[in-house]
């Protein structure tokens, strides 16, 4: 078995701005897993947030020696990209090794197109209304908030979008007092739900607030072990494959959270269509799908994922699984 990392870059469509800064491009890595001819990819996208750099993420999967397996990763790599990119990329092997699509390998029932929802970048009112009105079209559109003028962005987006379900991630940026005080506004203006609205590390602010719209634990769920700190604060758990280290954990992780009472939704980094095509396994059903990151990019990998009015579908066997 002979394990490669390259670094990956796709070009963004136009700028795409979040609370913690903006970008260009998307930089990823790629890993190919062979055996007796036979290579599997994934792709996985380092995030800073979690500590996570191109080098560091490289220099795990290059510490990988010998056969590996997706049990046997858990005692090799923590959760994150590293171990995301090398558990997809096993799958993918297993499914070109067996003829057999990763859901069959898995056990699932094969899936189908979800709708997904649409990030618009953070801008001035004015810019996110115009954004809105030229994705109205679209029926999720998701907005990065978390600064202090985010009344006035979501007005604009509203106006520009009257029809379109709205979903917010505050991406940490709020206190206990600031969402307590937005939150009748969100309700009044139709928000569907709010992703991380503090900072995990102060979200024990949550428990025993009224939560008028569906509470979102991103940065504070990663894999299952995070599951038990999230009672009484959040009613979504949002499942990123980066975070919880692949397709294995992921789907592990999806039913332990519906087992005990939680929404689920499917999230991404910004990448191609090589990171999104595992999640939209996961995504099957969930109550929110945010696999928008080929949507964003300006080019991506081929056979890429098809976006339709039906939403984003399953990949095709020659991009992944």
Not at 247 to 269: F, I
Request: charged share 25%; aromatic share 4%; hydrophobic share 45%.
């Amino acid at each position: 078995m002979r394990i490669e990392v390259t670094p990956d870059v796709f070009k963004l469509a136009e700028v795409f701005t979040i609370s913690r800064g903006s970008r260009t491009e998307a930089k990823v890595l790629t890993v190919r897993i062979t055996e007796d001819g036979v290579t599997g990819w994934g792709e996985c996208v380092p995030y800073a947030r979690y500590g996570e750099t191109l080098e560091s993420v490289t220099a795990q999967i290059d510490g990988l020696r010998g056969n590996v397996t997706r049990e046997g990763l858990y005692d090799l790599l923590p959760a994150g990209a590293a171990r995301n990119a090398v558990d997809c990329a096993l799958w993918d092997l297993q499914a070109k090794q067996t003829g057999k699509r990763v859901w069959e390998l898995a056990g699932l029932a094969a899936p189908g197109p979800e709708i997904t929802a649409f990030t618009l970048s953070l801008a001035e009112p004015a810019q996110m209304q115009a954004q809105a009105a030229k994705h109205a079209h679209r029926p999720l559109l998701k907005i990065k908030l978390g600064t202090p003028d985010d009344m006035p962005r979501l007005e604009a987006v509203r106006a520009g979008a009257p029809k379109s379900t709205i979903i917010i991630d505050a991406n940490e940026g709020w206190s206990a007092d600031i969402y307590a005080e937005l939150a009748p506004h969100l309700l009044r203006l139709g928000v569907a739900l709010v992703e991380q609205p503090l900072p995990a590390g102060e979200d024990d602010a949550l428990i025993g607030m009224a939560r008028p719209v569906p509470v979102c634990a991103d940065e504070s769920a990663h894999d299952c072990s995070t599951l038990s700190k999230l009672e009484g604060k959040y009613d979504v758990v949002n499942i990123k494959l980066d975070k919880t280290g692949g397709l294995t954990e992921a789907l592990k992780l999806r039913a332990a959270a519906l087992a005990q009472g939680y929404d689920v939704m499917v999230g991404c980094m910004v990448g191609s269509s090589l990171a999104m095509a595992p999640a939209t396994l996961v995504a099957q059903g969930a109550k929110v799908v945010d696999l928008d990151g080929p949507l964003l990019l300006g080019e991506d990998r081929e056979h890429a994922l098809k976006f339709d009015g039906d939403g984003v579908h399953p990949p095709a066997a020659a991009l992944w699984g």
